[in-house]
């Protein structure tokens, strides 16, 4: 459960501040070193990295979809009336 | 090779470059062109289907993103990557359309009702089981309808950064950002989709 607000914690605010670079791999040894000190004491900051990271972890993992067949039709047929007409 | 014959590889043809086939273009060769569009169909269909929400809407953004791109390619100086450029076309006609739409998105008469049959085709991954098949087509479908729910400036971030897997750098690039402006955006929209996709974490 949530002991505070963190938005109101100065500590809290800064973590949320480098949650992003960690996330993105760009943060360095030592905002990595505070992000864990703070994590090991504020659940609630735990609970926001680790949700975080998941959320990347999702989209990232995504890998797309095809175009479906008549989405891909509808374009190519397009395409084709544009470049015939250009092409006159 | 037991017998200690060296087999006769032909060399693969490299591909042409992407700003080869634009010269080619801008030459009045239109075959490059539809190369250029083999290349980047699926990915901007992505783009604008990411960003739209249904298939009906970014079937339309994904065309107009073409036309356009074909209109303005004579004019393309090469001062960024054509992907680049292309897929801030692909972006802006999104951004367009979404704000033209007053009403909520539109339910494309194609898509799925409810039934397994209209499911968009996924070639089957034996690494996971029925149930986990299950579970990932779940989180997939409400990843898409957090994405839905993002004000458009994050979602335009959050589909090029984290779905389409962009660097910064680039995301900045074809949104016209600093860097700084992609990351913060980046982080807000993460922590939108953090808090819709919270019973899936």
């Known amino acids: 459960m949530s002991g505070h607000d963190i938005h109101e914690c100065p500590e809290c605010s800064e973590f ?10 760009e943060e360095t040894l030592e905002v990595r070193q505070q992000l864990m000190v703070h994590a090991h004491s504020c659940t609630d900051c735990a609970r926001l990295l680790w949700s975080m990271k998941r959320v990347v972890r999702v989209c990232h993992s995504e890998t797309g979809c095809e175009v479906p067949g008549d989405v891909h039709k509808r374009l190519w047929d397009a395409l084709t009336h544009e470049l015939g007409m250009d092409q006159d | 090779m037991s017998d200690g014959k060296q087999l006769q590889v032909a060399p693969k043809a490299l591909p042409v470059p992407d700003d080869e086939l634009v010269r080619r273009v801008q030459a009045g060769n239109a075959e490059a062109f539809e190369e250029l569009v083999r290349r980047y169909e699926r990915k901007v269909y992505n783009i604008t289907y990411r960003m739209m929400g249904n298939e009906q809407d970014a079937s339309e953004a994904l065309q107009d993103t073409f036309l356009r791109a074909y209109r303005f390619l004579p004019k393309f100086q090469f001062k960024s990557s054509f992907f680049t450029w292309l897929y801030r076309i692909a972006t802006n006609v999104s951004l367009t359309k979404l704000r033209k739409r007053k009403s909520p998105p539109i339910i494309s008469l194609d898509e799925p009702v409810g039934e397994d049959e209209d499911l968009p085709l996924e070639i089957p991954d034996y690494k996971y089981s029925p149930e986990e098949m299950m579970r990932r087509r779940e989180l997939q479908e409400a990843l ?18 984290d779905l389409e897997g962009l660097s910064n750098e680039e995301v900045g690039k074809i949104l016209n950002l600093s860097v700084p402006a992609v990351k913060s955006r980046l982080h807000r929209g993460r922590l939108v989709l953090r808090e819709k996709l919270a019973g899936y974490l």
């Open chain 2, 144 to 161: 898409q309808k957090s994405v839905d729910s993002l004000p458009a400036d994050y979602r335009s971030v959050v589909v090029l950064r």
């Open chain 1, 16 to 25: 949320m501040e480098w949650v992003a670079d960690y996330l993105d791999g």
